[in-house]
Antibody, heavy 118, light 109 residues
Framework: QVQLVESGGGLVKPGGSLRLSCTAS????????MSWIRQAPGKGLEWVSY????????YYADSVKGRFTISRDNAKNSLYLQMNSLRAEDTAVYYC???????????WGQGTLVTVFS | SYVLTQPPSVSVAPGKTAGITCGGN??????VHWYQQKPGQAPVLVIY???DRPSGIPERFSGSNSGNTATLTISWVEAGDEADYYC????????????FGGGTKLTVL
């Protein structure tokens, strides 16, 4: 069965960095687009970043552009999100999600919590 | 950037029909996807490409999309349908294409 498992969340001070990972299993990872989506405490969903199957196309939300970097390693069935210059408003649960069509998200991980506070 | 507008809350009695709207400029020209999220859980896709249901999603869930409004309809509502619902589109004309609505809390009375 399809599984997406995020890791790497935690507590970090403003200005700090974290690297999130998402390990995929149960499907051919290299065949699917992937995205990161986040949810601040008590708030709605916010799409963060997208990467195509070959990493040739990458998009970011304006709120993270220039600070976050998405990447993937198809040989390791893994998706990453390097987060730099973190701010309090980046505090959220971060989900990785599988995208079969460059348009919607058919499977989601359980999320990893990132807390930015001083 | 493209904006999706949802009502913050909708209430419905068990056994009745709930409609959750998602407004956007000429949204009928885009594909709309819907997600259900229960407390403490990850979102689950319930409708994609306006009207399609993933396997395992009950037929009670249906969708429509025309003009400036897309609608998720839940027929014969059950207590277990109480959740937050989000609409989503992919704005392929944008360099930040992923867009979610603000979410609607469905309360089953």
């Amino acid at each position: 069965q399809v599984q997406l498992v995020e890791s790497g969340g935690g507590l970090v001070k403003p200005g700090g960095s974290l690297r999130l990972s998402c390990t995929a299993s149960g499907f051919t990872f290299s065949d699917y687009y992937m995205s990161w989506i986040r949810q601040a405490p008590g708030k709605g969903l916010e799409w963060v970043s997208y990467i195509s199957t070959s990493s040739s196309t990458i998009y970011y939300a304006d709120s993270v552009k220039g600070r976050f970097t998405i990447s993937r390693d198809n040989a390791k069935n893994s998706l990453y999100l390097q987060m730099n210059s973190l701010r309090a408003e980046d505090t959220a649960v971060y989900y990785c999600a599988r995208d079969p069509s460059a348009g919607h998200f058919d499977y989601w991980g359980q999320g990893t919590l990132v807390t930015v506070f001083s | 950037s493209y904006v999706l507008t949802q009502p913050p809350s909708v209430s419905v009695a068990p056994g009745k029909t709930a409609g959750i709207t998602c407004g956007g400029n000429n949204i009928g020209s885009k594909s709309v996807h819907w997600y259900q999220q229960k407390p403490g859980q990850a979102p689950v896709l319930v409708i994609y490409y306006d009207t399609d249901r993933p396997s395992g999603i009950p037929e009670r869930f249906s969708g429509s999309n025309s003009g400036n409004t897309a609608t998720l309809t839940i027929s014969w509502v059950e207590a277990g349908d109480e959740a937050d619902y989000y609409c989503q589109v992919w704005d392929s004309s944008s360099d930040h294409p992923g867009v979610f609505g603000g979410g609607t809390k469905l309360t089953v009375l």
